[in-house]
T-cell receptor
């Protein structure tokens, strides 16, 4: 079945440690995204990638890093510089359609099951 | 800047009641896309619907219906004859045609009691 997988489901980290969250998709989608969700809040964009070897910062990129070496994979590293990393992290992908210009005409995203990160 | 407001933080209804979840958005673009997602307790967001700004036709899918009104910048979601399985957090989101990102509202937690 096609879909998005995230691992692990739960992750515990000690303060000062870097940790990497995995996101894999087999939907053949070009674009991938990382969001952070805090209790009672909506999703906030951390990073997104339109194509392999390219990615852009979202609203809250500080303290995070990503890579996009393969179309199917978009891992997120939470570094020790992230002051408050405890949150629920969601990965998404989409396959935007294009009009005559470069921008997408739609941006319907499909989400993985999420990783809940807790800093001890 | 684009913005999505879901003023209802929590709603509680009894099974079989109808319930409407409100969504108000702000955008300067004439072309944009609106979405509703459902987040059950498992955490994964489930896509429900996408609506283009140039298509104001309301949509019905089973017990779900959506009312899109550009005049009031609203995209409300109604569940008819609610069921316990409808209990979840529902998010409204907006994407402008020129942007890659999607802006989410804070979500409305719906609890349907038996």
């Amino acid at each position: 079945d096609g879909g998005i997988t995230q691992s692990p489901k739960y992750l515990f980290r000690k303060e000062g440690q870097n940790v990497t969250l995995s996101c894999e998709q087999n939907l053949n989608h070009d674009a991938m995204y990382w969001y952070r969700q805090d209790p009672g809040q909506g999703l906030r964009l951390i990073y997104y990638s339109q194509i392999v070897n390219d990615f852009q910062k979202g609203d809250i990129a500080e303290g995070y890093s990503v890579s996009r070496e393969k179309k199917e994979s978009f891992p997120l590293t939470v570094t020790s510089a992230q002051k408050n990393p405890t949150a629920f992290y969601l990965c998404a992908s989409s396959s935007p359609s294009f009009s005559a210009g470069e921008r997408p005409t739609s941006n319907e995203q499909f989400f993985g099951p999420g990783t809940r990160l807790t800093v001890l | 800047a684009q913005k999505v407001t879901q003023a209802q933080t929590e709603i509680s209804v009894v099974e079989k009641e109808d319930v409407t979840l409100d969504c108000v958005y702000e955008t300067r673009d004439t072309t944009y896309y609106l979405f509703w997602y459902k987040q059950p307790p498992s955490g994964e967001l489930v896509f429900l619907i996408r609506r283009n700004s140039f298509d104001e036709q309301n949509e019905i899918s089973g017990r779900y219906s959506w009312n899109f009104q550009k005049s009031t910048s609203s995209f409300n979601f109604t569940i008819t004859a609610s069921q316990v399985v409808d209990s979840a957090v529902y998010f409204c989101a907006l994407s402008e045609a020129r942007e890659w990102d999607m802006r989410f509202g804070a979500g409305t937690r719906l609890t349907v009691k038996p």
